[in-house]
């Protein structure tokens, strides 16, 4: 339309110009013509009428302005049809569209509802597993209190059974010995009783298997549990004062720990190297964790949170006082000959017992 439309524009401009030209030149043409047509009129008279070829001219000039101004009438019709036919066009394309939009638009309503009924079937899922979640974590949790009770019950049990043991480390193994033998007489002169009595006092006396001791070729501890917690108790206070000789080999006296409880305890070993370090004492809790005295004020750990947050004061305040341990520590061995009462200083050994914390270590290091 608009290629048409501009033809006939440069087809009207043009027609224009050449008609402007041409009624100039037929203006001029007319005028001498005139004046040549009065000067003869005078002389001929009779003369014949001669046809001005300007006035022929003027004829097509009018017949061309007749065909433009129709022309012009035919392109405005044309224009007039033509922004019709594009009004129903948009019209026809918009309704359409609407159509179109309308019909998607209808899609769309559909999908969104099934979504939603599908996020709320969904959400209702989630909700009941969540329910169900916490009825098993709830079920889990008091399981595994209730396993938790009951391996400290065995724990207990077993440890308050082996309160009354010790453990002896350094005795060579043989080929069909009779521990009772070999140990009975060298036991009684070490606690000053008769061999009489101390075999009264045996419960029991044993070598601990230990696929340890088997691989690194070394002989297995033996175990000896008494009748009485006193006696043990003798042994353990007597192993600060006075080291014990078997055939001519040092033994290490240490107490009768479960394995149970000694693998809980590793978890405490940076801490209780810390302490060990900076020369202060501490004492195992029965089941779980460990206590010990700091600046006046006494530490419970029960929690590996805890032992982190102590070690880290620790060793910050260690950093700071330029690695000196100036820390005001105790002193919890009996000594030879200060005569103190020997049921206090057993339970002041049970209390802060060197014995105790070096179960927890590989190398089970000998407390004189």
Do not use: H
Not at 20 to 26: G, Q, T, V
Not at 111 to 140: A, G, P, Y
Not at 282 to 287: A, Q, T, V
């Amino acid at each position: 339309m608009e290629t048409r439309e501009s033809k006939r524009r440069k087809e009207r401009e043009e027609q224009q110009i050449r008609t402007e030209k041409m009624a100039k030149i037929s203006k001029g043409s007319t005028q001498s013509q005139l004046l040549l047509t009065t000067q003869r009129r005078g002389s001929m008279e009779d003369s014949i009428k001669i046809i001005d070829p300007n006035i022929r001219i003027l004829d097509e000039i009018r017949k061309l302005q007749q065909e433009m101004k129709e022309a012009r009438m035919e392109t405005k019709e044309d224009i007039r049809t033509a922004c019709a036919e594009l009004r129903e066009e948009i019209k026809d394309t918009r309704a359409e569209i609407r159509k179109d939009v309308k019909k998607e638009l209808e899609i769309i309503g559909k999908k969104m509802d099934k979504l939603t009924t599908d996020l709320n079937k969904t959400q209702k899922e989630v909700e009941q597993i969540k329910e169900r979640t916490n009825i098993l974590e709830k079920s889990s949790k008091e399981l595994n209190k209730q396993q938790e009770e009951q391996k400290r019950m065995e724990w207990n049990n077993e440890l308050r059974y082996r309160e009354k043991c010790i453990k002896l480390r350094g005795l060579t193994e043989k080929s069909k010995e009779d521990l009772y033998e070999r140990l009975i007489p060298a036991l009684a002169r070490y606690v000053d009783i008769t061999p009489e009595e101390m075999e009264m006092e045996i419960d029991k006396m044993f070598r601990i298997n230990s696929p340890q001791n088997k691989d690194r070729n070394v002989s297995r501890d033996v175990a000896i549990c008494f009748a009485r917690t006193k006696v043990r108790d003798r042994f353990i206070q007597q192993s600060y004062e006075n080291k014990l000789w078997i055939e001519d080999m040092e033994i290490k006296i240490f107490k009768d720990i479960p394995p149970q409880i000694m693998m809980s305890r590793q978890k405490y070993k940076p801490l209780t190297r810390l302490l060990k370090n900076i020369n202060i004492d501490f004492r195992w809790d029965r089941i779980e964790g460990l206590s010990f005295f700091y600046q006046q004020r006494r530490y419970k750990i029960d929690t590996i949170d805890k032992a982190n947050e102590i070690e880290m004061k620790l060793r910050k305040e260690y950093k700071e006082n330029g690695g000196k341990r100036d820390y005001p520590t105790k002193e919890w061995r009996a000594s030879k000959n200060n005569g103190t009462n020997k049921e206090k200083t057993v339970k002041e050994l049970e209390r802060f017992d060197p014995l105790e914390r070096t179960e927890t270590e590989t190398d089970l290091l000998n407390w004189n």
